[in-house]
Structures are given as structure tokens and as C-alpha cells.
């Protein structure tokens, strides 16, 4: 399996990561930090990928080791007021679409946290705020395995519990 940054078409510039958690260009000695819409996360295996674009929609992609096309994904805040919810979403239609269109092209939805090194989690920082070490998308790895784009494409089960910060986009 070749790891995901060889095979994702995008140019990612690698960070080291400082005592806050956040990544910097120098290892962490100067504090630049990667602004959460820059920044790259992967799972230990390096199975999985997840990019945020960099624009305002809190938008980001999610590589899939082995399936293809790219998954598109969106954060969003919980009608509830309790933080952010994520959603994964595969060949969804464009322009006006109802509930039932997105619930068929809709592969996960769930809660999407940041976690420090101790494991506590917290809502997600904002855009331009310096990305969490970690993201916790719990259930995304089921929801991937059980999908028709896994079934169909033969790809083994995966598991993580969370995504950790490896690189900031350039």
C-alpha cells in the first residue's frame, strides 16, 4: 500500500508538530501554526485522508487508499447548538436538491471534534484558528467499510478512532 500523500493530487507542504499540537514549518520552534483550513489529517495506517479545501465552506475531501473517486465533505453546526457535525457525501447532485437526494448519496454524518494529546475532545476550531492535533469522527470508519463504494471496489475493513494532523496545504 503506498501511502496517500503519493497518490493525492494536491500539493501538501509537511510540518513538524509543536508543543501546542499544531503544526509549523519548522518543527514547531517558530509557532507558525496551520490554520485548520490548511490543514491535512491521516489515520495511523495512512489509509485514509482528510484534506479541508482552504475556502469558507468548511469544506473538505476524504481519500480512500484504493477507491476512487474522492469523497466530498462539508462541516456544519448542529441545529442543536451542541458543536459541529461532518458529513461524508459520494456523488452527490449539484444545485437544487431535495432530502431524499442527499440521504442516498450520503455516506456518514456525525459529530466531527478536535482532541488534544490527552484524548479530550472539544468542537472544532475555527477556519482561520490553528488545527487540533487530532479530529475525531467516530463511526466514519464503519460507515466507510459498510458503504457500496467499499463493498463493490473489494477493500478490507478499516478502523481508527481518530485522524492525526500530518501536513498543512500550501
Known amino acids: ?6 497518490i493525492a493530487p494536491v500539493a501538501i507542504l ?31 495506517d495512512q489509509a485514509i485522508l482528510l484534506e479541508f479545501r482552504g475556502d469558507e465552506t468548511r ?13 466530498d465533505g462539508y462541516v456544519f453546526p448542529d ?10 457525501l459520494d456523488d452527490c447532485p ?11 448519496c450520503r455516506i456518514w454524518q ?14 472544532l476550531p475555527g477556519h ?10 467516530q463511526g466514519l470508519d464503519q460507515a466507510l467499510t459498510q458503504s457500496a463504494l467499499f463493498v463493490e471496489a473489494g477493500l478490507p475493513a478499516i478502523e481508527f478512532e481518530y485522524l492525526s494532523l500530518y501536513a498543512c496545504q500550501e
Open 94 to 104: 449539484e444545485g437544487d436538491v431535495t432530502g431524499n437526494d442527499l440521504s442516498q
Open 59 to 71: 469544506s473538505f475531501r476524504v481519500v480512500v487508499d484504493g477507491l476512487d473517486p474522492m469523497l
Open 110 to 123: 456525525g459529530p466531527m471534534l478536535a482532541s488534544g494529546a490527552d484524548g479530550g475532545t472539544a468542537p
Open 1 to 6: 500500500m503506498k501511502p496517500l500523500a503519493a
Open 79 to 88: 441545529e442543536a447548538g451542541e458543536g459541529e457535525l461532518g458529513v461524508v
Open 14 to 44: 509537511c510540518f513538524g508538530v509543536g508543543e501546542t499540537g499544531a503544526a509549523s514549518s519548522d518543527g514547531g520552534k517558530t509557532g507558525r501554526n496551520c490554520p485548520l483550513a490548511l490543514a491535512a489529517y491521516q489515520a495511523a
Open 128 to 137: 482561520h484558528q490553528p488545527a487540533s492535533p487530532y479530529v475525531v469522527m
